[in-house]
Structure formats: C-alpha cells, structure tokens
C-alpha cells in the first residue's frame, strides 16, 4: 500500500481585502506518497505559496479537510499545529531566512531549540549530520553572511533537514540562483530525494520542474494538471552540458580577443 504523507479534499483559501473575497484555492485535491518530488507549478497568484503554507501548517484553510502523516490536520489547535509544523515539515525559502551574524551550525540547531527531549550534544551532533548532507562540512563555523547564495540555500536545507521531517516543502527555493547554482542545489535535492525524503517543490521554471518526479500545474486556484515525469533530467547530465556550454563561451571570448 502506498503510504501517503499529504492528503487534501477540497480544500479552499478565501482572503478578506477590505470588502472583497480572494479566493485563491477553489477545491483542491491532491496527494502526495512517500518519496515523491513533486513540483508545483503555475502562473503568479495562481495560489502555489497558498497552497504551500497550509500544508506547512503555516495557515488553515477556509474548508476542506487535510491530513499530515495520516493525522487529521483540520481538527488541531493552534500550539498542535506549530508542533506539528516543528516536527513533521522542514521548511527551505527564497530568501534562505537564516539568522544573520550567526554560524551554520547555530542556524541549523534552531529548530531543535524547541524539542526538550533532545540535549545539546545531540543537537550539535545532528546539526552537523545535516550540514555534512548537504556538503558544509567544512563551512560549519562560517557566518551566514560569509557564505554566497547557493551555500546559505544549502544551510537552509540542512535546517529543514535537522527535525527529520515527513517532508520537505520549498517555496522557489532556486529563485535568487543563477542557472549552474539553481542545478547543484537541484542535484542536492535529487540526491535527498533517492534517499528516500519526500519533496514539495513550488517553482516557476519547466528546466527546474524537469528535474522532479511529478509536475503538478495551478490555474486560478485550481489543480488544472498532474503529470508523472517519466523521463525525469538528470541534474549531473544537466551541469556537464552547463560546463560544455561555459567552455564554448570561453573560446568565443577568446577568439573575439585574439
Ligand atoms: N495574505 C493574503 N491576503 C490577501 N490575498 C492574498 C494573500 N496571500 C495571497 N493572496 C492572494 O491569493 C492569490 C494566490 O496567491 P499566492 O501567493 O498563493 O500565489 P503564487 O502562485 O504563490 O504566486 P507567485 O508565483 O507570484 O509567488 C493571489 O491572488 C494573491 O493576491
Ligand atoms: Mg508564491
């Protein structure tokens, strides 16, 4: 049987501005099996970050019923959810949101700040776990602003990481990387995923989407399409041809030079 780790029926989102309703989910039903690497794609404003919040457990829905790992999300109170939120869903934003003048390490121990249960020689042990994961080993003492873009995007999965999640939920977690960076952090969330992590993956790129199992696609509000990738971009291939492409440039240049 597969073990589904996000369920959602008819799930709606309506926004109050002033006198007026946005209804920015109009009935969406979706699931999400261990494993999986979904991207979600859409037009802006088609409700993607909507969608990716509730089932963060970031926000509720207006109606419809959701469940989390099996667990009826719908029926929770605010403190169960930030508990839920806390242990069961690892967050990666655009923006990184890492602390700033604070190591890798610290940014990466945050979350288990709040789990009593695990002491500081495991938070340490853990937090450097994650960042070895994510190929920081050797970065783990540096400031979060003395590190470029694509490492302080690694950083942020460490973190999302670090709780052992039921899934991890990125929000155009490549949107402030250029193309070969945007790749790697992809080849790191292919590698994640062939260990078996669950994926939610909102992006605005087809090369970026490309990269992922399933491409689900918004309009509106609504689940217009939901495609298996059979024929899923290998991101090492991808970064080879990168590299092939930054060779012929570099001898255009050249030649433009000479
Ligand atoms: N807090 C809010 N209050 C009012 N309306 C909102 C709020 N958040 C989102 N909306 C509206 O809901 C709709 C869906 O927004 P959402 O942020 O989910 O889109 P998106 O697909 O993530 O877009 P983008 O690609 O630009 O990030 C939009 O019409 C937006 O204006
Ligand atoms: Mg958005």
Redo the contacts with the bound molecule.
């Keep these: 049987m597969e073990n589904k780790i996000i369920e959602i029926q008819n799930l709606q989102?309506n926004?109050?501005?002033g006198t007026e309703i946005?209804s920015?989910?109009r009935g969406v039903n979706l699931t999400i099996n261990a494993g999986e690497f979904v991207a979600i794609m859409?037009?802006?404003?088609?409700?993607?970050?909507?969608?990716?919040?509730i089932l963060g457990c970031l926000d509720k829905p207006t109606a419809g019923d959701y469940w989390l790992d099996g667990k009826n999300v719908n029926v929770l109170k605010k403190d169960q959810l930030a508990d839920i939120r806390n242990t069961k869903i690892g967050f990666v934003f655009q923006s990184y949101n890492l602390l700033p003048r604070t190591t890798a390490l610290e940014n990466v121990e945050l979350p288990l700040l709040y789990n009593p249960k695990i002491s500081i020689k495991m938070r340490r042990e853990k937090a450097e776990h994650a960042l070895e994961a994510v190929g920081l080993a050797d970065r783990m003492k540096h400031l979060s602003n003395q590190m470029s873009g694509g490492q302080q995007q690694r950083v942020a999965i460490a973190r999302s990481l670090v709780n052992d999640p039921v899934i991890v939920l990125a929000?155009?977690a490549t949107g402030n990387l250029d193309t070969k960076t945007s790749y790697e952090i992809m080849a790191l969330f292919q590698e994640l995923n062939d260990k078996g992590i669950t994926i939610g993956f909102?992006t605005?790129e087809p090369d970026i989407a490309a990269f992922t199992n399933r491409n689900i696609v918004?309009r509106d509000?609504r689940l217009i399409k939901d495609i298996q990738m059979n024929k899923i971009t290998n991101v090492v291939d991808a970064l080879d041809q990168l590299k092939d492409e930054d060779t012929l440039l570099d001898e255009f240049v050249n030649v433009c030079v000479a």
Aim: charged content about 20%; proline content about 0%; hydrophobic content about 35%.
């Design positions: 989102k926004y109050r501005v946005v920015a989910l859409g037009a802006s404003g088609s409700g993607k970050s909507t969608l990716l919040n929000d155009e909102v605005h918004f509000g």
